[in-house]
């Protein structure tokens, strides 16, 4: 829907912004959530919103899964970042439809995450995490869904930050990756061990230092800036796949059984970090 009809979703299209944010918010509803939305002004530019659906308890500790909704350019952005999107969606159903969690949920769909907001206190994942923070919300953990929907069986598609990962990681993009920071491992773990145990899809976790490139590229950096554990779900982006911030991002090039693998394995992360 977002890389077909609603495209492209930079930061001057608030038309589509807005109406992709009516679409996540209508589908977040018709899953059960409770759906509110953050809007924020940002100088110069207008006026842009989070879109959150909550599921379980009302106060308490929070698990929060995002997915940011604009995309790069005049671009279809089907993988970056659609895919994620329709895999947050995803989730909500299978939320909704299962048993309520202990903990509370909450599904975020995040603007702004492109440039010339990225790493910006206008960044939408910035604005919900700090407002987190600031009301004194604990969050038990955050996961960014960062394209989840481009795979490879080709040998050689994979490629890596670095020579030295080679010895561990593959170089056949056919997998999905967990990412963290140095010192929360123990997260990243038990995502990635979760997410196993849903699918047989293979799924690989990394914690590295910031000076590596890309582990800090998405939504979850803004947690990570509040001092709220976090992890990534990707297909690795740009790493992987050549069409990342090109017209080549379409639907057509995604992998919708895997993407559904990624789900059933998030959602198996989910419900465990919610016990």
Request: net charge neutral; hydrophobic share 45%.
């Amino acid at each position: 829907m977002l890389a077909e009809t609603l495209a492209p979703r930079h930061w001057k299209r608030q038309d589509n912004l807005d109406r992709a944010a009516a679409y996540v918010a209508a589908r977040l509803g018709e899953a059960g959530a409770r759906v509110t939305e953050q809007v924020y002004a940002v100088e110069a530019a207008g006026r842009y919103r989070n879109v959150i659906g909550s599921f379980g308890p009302e106060a308490g500790e929070r698990v929060i899964v995002g997915a940011h909704y604009d995309g790069a350019g005049p671009f279809a952005a089907a993988d970056d970042n659609a895919s994620g999107v329709a895999g947050l969606l995803e989730l909500a159903r299978l939320l909704g439809t299962g048993r309520t969690p202990a903990t509370r949920v909450d599904l975020v769909a995040f603007t702004l995450e492109e440039p010339p907001y990225y790493d910006t206190e206008w960044m939408g994942s910035h604005v919900h995490a700090a407002a987190l923070r600031r009301e004194g919300v604990a969050v038990r953990a955050m996961i960014a869904l960062e394209m989840i929907g481009y795979f490879s069986d080709a040998p050689g598609s994979q490629r890596l930050p670095h020579l030295l990962l080679r010895v561990v990681y593959p170089s056949t993009g056919n997998f999905v990756a967990v990412i963290g920071r140095l010192g929360e491992a123990q997260l990243a773990r038990r995502v990635k061990r979760a997410m196993q145990d849903a699918t047989d899809l293979d799924v690989y976790s990394m914690n590295a230092p910031a000076w590596i490139p890309g582990i800090d590229f998405s939504d979850h950096r803004s947690y990570w800036a509040q001092g709220y554990p976090a992890a990534m779900v990707t297909d690795t982006a740009f790493y992987r796949n050549d069409r990342y911030h090109t017209p080549r991002d379409t639907p057509d090039t995604l992998d919708y059984r895997r993407m559904a693998d990624v789900v059933r394995g998030v959602h198996r992360a989910v419900l465990t970090l919610a016990r």
